[in-house]
């Protein structure tokens, strides 16, 4: 079995991030074309093209030496050229208003920018569902694998095996939805029915009070401890439908993950940046092909809602500026379009330094 290094790391930060790259980017093209919007430039890859072609709609595809990211170049759109150099326009782009991004209906741009985070998410979804489909599901069921001595389980009961069917008259589908009410019910009665040898027993207890340094509050313990997943093979009407509550569920503790870290209050061993992708990415390569493509789906999923997010640069940038367009019926004018972006960028890079730096403590 190989040992995760420096070369593996990237290795398996490239097999991840520049296939999301892709897909984000084919999202826009795939719209920009359906939306008549010429598509003149599709690249995986910064710097020096290293070969390419024309397709039928005359967009040059090209692979460039540097693979981190990507881009797709729309006709008339404002971006920054290769070299860095300000912003540009081609004048008789300006003329010729047919295929032009800039000239294109309020609903297509938005469709054409929606298209990038879209795929991502859609991607990741669908990379789940193939390997519930192929591989399994694990499921972690409410089933007792061990009791702690003294605890409020061991004294009201509980033994090994029992499967928990409800608390308090709400149904209990999985150890982890056990898990999180109790936690939210420190030192409160809670009515627990299980199934103990096909035979169904009522038992009350109240969970202690256990002070989290995570989350800086009291939460319940019970004191039983979960057996060990089980891997469910799904046929692929129910691995798209777990895919697709999965990717949901992503999507909530996402959400949760922002209003953490909005109020300050997120763990530095939650945040993972270039450093810690690449780090978990060569695990994963280890870990063999399934969880390499678990951790594809995971970070597909939060490209595409970190690209959401109302910051100018990202595309959610964009759609808040086609909704305040919407609104006020005009678009805001390029000088205070470019500013925002300007400033969405500087936005970005310290986010970087500061997740960049935050790897280092953790990983070097």
């Known amino acids: 079995m190989f040992e995760n290094s420096f070369l593996l790391s990237l290795l398996g ?4 991030l520049t296939p999301l790259v892709f897909v984000h980017e084919l999202g826009h093209y795939i719209a920009a074309v359906k939306n008549k919007v010429k ?10 093209e290293l070969f390419g072609f024309n397709d039928k709609n005359n967009t040059r595809w090209k692979f460039c030496i540097l693979p981190f990211g990507g881009y797709v170049k729309m006709k008339g759109e404002l971006i920054v050229n290769e070299k860095n150099s300000s912003r540009k326009t081609n004048p008789l782009q300006l003329k010729d208003k047919s295929g032009n991004f800039n000239h ?7 469709v054409i ?3 990038g985070p879209l795929a991502n998410i859609v991607f990741g979804m669908l990379l789940i569902s193939l390997l519930y489909s192929f591989q399994g599901r694990l499921v972690n069921l409410p089933v007792v694998g061990e009791t702690i001595d003294n605890s409020p389980a061991f004294n009201a009961g509980i033994v090994k095996n029992d499967l928990i069917l409800k608390i308090n008259n709400e149904n209990i589908d999985n150890f982890y939805q056990l898990k999180n009410i109790v936690e939210n019910n420190p030192n409160k009665l809670l009515r627990v029915q299980v199934l ?6 009522d038992i009350e207890l109240v969970p202690n009070s256990m002070f989290n340094k995570l989350t800086k509050k009291n939460v319940g313990r019970i004191g039983i401890i979960a057996k060990k997943p089980e891997l469910m093979k799904l046929n692929i009407f129910y691995s798209f439908y777990y895919g697709c509550i999965d990717t949901f569920n992503m999507t909530i503790e996402w959400v949760k993950g922002l209003h953490k870290l909005i109020n300050f209050n997120l763990n530095s061993n939650e945040v993972a940046g270039p450093i810690g992708i690449a780090k978990i990415s060569g695990d994963a390569l280890v870990g063999g092909i ?3 493509i678990f951790l594809m789906a995971i970070i597909s999923i939060n490209l595409g809602l970190i690209n ?8 959610g940038g964009y759609i808040t500026l086609y909704v305040l367009e919407l609104i006020f019926g005009k678009p805001l004018p390029e000088k205070y379009q ?14 970087m330094i500061l997740v960049t730096f935050l790897d280092l403590k953790k990983y070097v």
């Not at 930060?13 to 991840?16: A, H, I, M």
């Not at 294109?104 to 938005?110: N, V």
């Open 13 to 16: 930060f490239l097999l991840v």
């Open 104 to 110: 294109a209906s309020l609903f297509s741009r938005f």
């Open 113 to 115: 920018v929606f298209a």
């Open 338 to 351: 470019v500013k925002l972006i300007q400033l969405g960028i500087f936005l970005l890079i310290s986010l």
């Open 290 to 292: 399934s969880s390499l």
């Open 39 to 48: 598509v003149e430039v599709f690249s995986v890859g910064f710097g020096k």
């Open 308 to 315: 959401l997010l109302p910051i100018p640069a990202l595309d």
């Open 196 to 201: 103990r040898n096909k035979n169904i027993v």
